[in-house]
């Protein structure tokens, strides 16, 4: 693969990546090493080696994956980036895609939101925008943003997401009652306004979108 001579001047954009499959920081930090205007400061494992190392590098753009195994996952690791002095931008490069995980990324600080599948050209581009503070988003990724603001869903709040962890264990609604300390009544009202935000109708749709869009603990 070949790039464009760096210009003149241009100072090299400082990266830190953190992946816990250590395959995939190989094959990312081989690709990240060809870019002439792009300089690898650091790889982490999991999100508190990736806050350690940001704190010694400095660096401009942390490459973060979402699902870090053990320890915190990363969100929370983009959240207290975010927080640090200097604080670097966060490019999130994951294979999910759903709206959750893409709300959840940008409310914790999150500059960008990239799929694995990308070319590696658009990941160059994505990193540069970052460093500037600039929004980079994968196509698919700006598509689920574009329709949920042209058709917002009202947001479920924390007691229907206390009943839909109950759903998904498969509890019925006396035992759903038991559990949260609320009437079998409460339970069916609850029930109906769940249905209508996630746009189901059954208890199977409701448990199946909430796993989808990782509404679930």
Same mark, same amino acid.
């Given at each position: 693969?070949?790039?464009?001579?760096?210009?003149?001047?241009?100072?090299?954009?400082?990266?830190?990546?953190?992946?816990?499959?250590?395959?995939?920081?190989?094959? #990312?930090?081989?690709?990240?090493?060809?870019?002439?205007?792009?300089?690898?400061?650091?790889?982490?494992?999991?999100?508190? +080696?990736a806050?350690?190392l940001?704190?010694?590098t400095?660096?401009?753009?942390?490459?973060?994956? #979402?699902?870090?195994?053990?320890?915190?996952?990363?969100?929370?690791?983009?959240?207290?980036?975010?927080?640090?002095?200097?604080a670097?931008?966060?490019?999130?490069?994951?294979?999910?895609?759903?709206?959750?995980?893409?709300?959840?990324?940008?409310?914790?600080?999150?500059?960008?939101?990239?799929?694995?599948?990308?070319?590696?050209?658009?990941?160059?581009?994505?990193?540069?925008?970052?460093?500037?503070?600039?929004?980079?988003?994968?196509?698919?990724?700006?598509?689920?943003?574009?329709?949920?603001?042209?058709?917002?869903?009202?947001?479920?709040?924390?007691?229907?997401?206390?009943? #839909?962890?109950?759903?998904?264990?498969?509890?019925?609604?006396?035992?759903?009652?038991?559990?949260?300390?609320?009437?079998?009544?409460?339970?069916?009202?609850?029930?109906?306004?769940?249905?209508?935000?996630?746009?189901?109708?059954?208890?199977?749709?409701?448990?199946?979108?909430?796993? +989808?869009?990782?509404?679930?603990?």
């Amino acid at each position: 693969m070949t790039h464009p001579p760096e210009p003149p001047g241009r100072t090299p954009v400082r990266i830190l990546v953190c992946d816990d499959h250590a395959v995939v920081r190989a094959g #990312l930090l081989a690709l990240l090493h060809s870019a002439p205007d792009i300089e690898v400061v650091g790889e982490a494992g999991g999100g508190e +080696e990736a806050l350690a190392l940001a704190r010694k590098t400095a660096p401009d753009v942390v490459l973060m994956d #979402l699902q870090l195994g053990a320890g915190i996952d990363g969100v929370e690791t983009t959240r207290r980036l975010r927080s640090l002095h200097p604080a670097p931008h966060v490019l999130v490069l994951t294979t999910y895609d759903t709206d959750a995980d893409v709300t959840r990324a940008v409310e914790a600080g999150a500059t960008g939101y990239l799929l694995k599948a990308e070319r590696a050209e658009d990941l160059f581009t994505a990193i540069h925008a970052a460093a500037q503070g600039r929004p980079a988003l994968s196509p698919p990724v700006a598509d689920r943003v574009m329709s949920r603001l042209r058709n917002p869903r009202p947001a479920l709040t924390p007691r229907e997401r206390d009943i #839909l962890a109950q759903l998904a264990q498969g509890l019925p609604n006396h035992a759903i009652a038991r559990a949260l300390y609320i009437s079998e009544a409460t339970v069916k009202t609850h029930l109906r306004r769940i249905y209508d935000k996630l746009g189901v109708d059954t208890r199977a749709g409701a448990v199946a979108v909430a796993k +989808e869009q990782r509404l679930l603990p």
